[in-house]
Every structure is written in structure tokens, then in C-alpha cells.
């Protein structure tokens, strides 16, 4: 099977799957979510709100698209095949929620919002995005590295993907399910990209 195949494959089953959980999570109501939010709304602190303003940045296309582009460029094109591979994970981590939120259409959160927002809710895309990029930028860089030092960075990027999300939930603009959902989205998504479809570009030895 191709990469492109194997691509659209991963793409269209992470779809319907989030697209199925999504519809799921609506028809629950699940008041978990709900209180969730409520607590963390009637406990906000001035700098730990300041703190998650910016941090919720971190999973912003914008801010995210340029960083993979850099690591792209500063490794000179040495591996395609890994390269190639970020390219599509990070778009895809753009789309996938994008279209995800078409489909369930989750209103966000009626409570007080810290960001104005008027978009749907469920997947969070600042989750899945940090999630996703994160990730496969934290597998490229480390691949030279020991053992011990390769899972700290993946570590570290699994850190701040569950940070990114915290703050979502925290500035009130998503549930804890939208988060979550982000987050496995985001990761399944990389993992399926660069350990199924990335080999299918590398050179047959």
C-alpha cells in the first residue's frame, strides 16, 4: 500500500471513529464535563489565568506550522521520509479536528469564557494539533539520541500537549472530553503516520 493510501486510510478512520465518540459524548451529556468546568471557573486565579493565556498558544496552527516548517529546514532534507512525514502530520492535525467539529457540531461551553470564541467545540484543535506535532517533532529530533534522553524529549512533548490542553479547558473555551479527545486524536494520528505510512517512502534495502 502506498503512503498516500495508507494516509488517507489513517485519516478517514480517525474521522469516523472521533465522529462516533463525538456523537457519543453529545448524547451523554455527561455532567462530569460540566462539573469540571464549573470548578475550575469558580477557582481561577489572576496569574494562573495569565499563565494559561499563553500557554494556550502553544497549540495554535499558526505558531505551530512555522516550527515544523524550521525543524524541516534546519535538518537540510537528510531524511525525506521523516520530513515528509511531519509535513502531513502537521497538516492533517489542522484538518482532522476541523472536520471532526463539522460533523458533531458540540456547542462550546455556555459558561463564562476567559477567549471569545463562536467555533464548535469538540475536538479541541489547539489539543490535537500540540498533541500531533509535538510528538512526531519530539521523534524526529531524538532519533540520534540514548535511550534515556530520546523518551525524556517525547516525554517533554507529551508534557506539553497535556498542558495546551489544560488550558483549553481552564480559559473555559472546551469540556474535559473535548481536551481528551484532542489528545488521543492528535497522538493516534502521528503514531499512524510515521510508524505505518512513513515506511512505505523509505527505500527498499
Known amino acids: 500500500m502506498t503512503f498516500g493510501l495508507r494516509v488517507l486510510g489513517s485519516f478517514l478512520g480517525l474521522a469516523i471513529i472521533t465522529a462516533v465518540v463525538g456523537f457519543g459524548v453529545r448524547a451523554l451529556s455527561l455532567g462530569l464535563d460540566i462539573g469540571i468546568i464549573q470548578a475550575v471557573a469558580a477557582h481561577r486565579d489572576a496569574t494562573v489565568t495569565s499563565i494559561a493565556e499563553i500557554v494556550t498558544y502553544a497549540g495554535s496552527f499558526p505558531i505551530l506550522a512555522p516550527i515544523a516548517v524550521a525543524v524541516v529546514l534546519l535538518r537540510r532534507w537528510n531524511r525525506p521520509a521523516d520530513d515528509i512525514a511531519l509535513v502531513v502530520i502537521a497538516a492533517g492535525s489542522a484538518a482532522l479536528p476541523w472536520l471532526v467539529k463539522l460533523i458533531v457540531a458540540r456547542p462550546r461551553p455556555s459558561l463564562e469564557q476567559l477567549q471569545h470564541l463562536s467555533s464548535l467545540s469538540f475536538p479541541s484543535e489547539h489539543t490535537t ?4 506535532i509535538y510528538l512526531t517533532i519530539a ?26 490542553a489544560w488550558s483549553r ?32 517512502l523509505e527505500p527498499a534495502s
Open 129 to 132: 494539533q500540540a498533541a500531533a
Open 139 to 164: 521523534i524526529v529530533l531524538s532519533k540520534e539520541l540514548g535511550r534515556g534522553l530520546r523518551e525524556l524529549v517525547i516525554g517533554l512533548a507529551v508534557v506539553i500537549a497535556v498542558v495546551v
Open 169 to 200: 479547558v481552564y480559559l473555559g473555551v472546551h469540556y474535559p472530553t473535548d481536551v481528551a479527545a484532542g489528545l488521543l486524536l492528535g497522538w493516534s494520528w502521528a503514531l499512524l503516520v510515521f510508524h505505518w505510512a512513513r515506511p512505505s
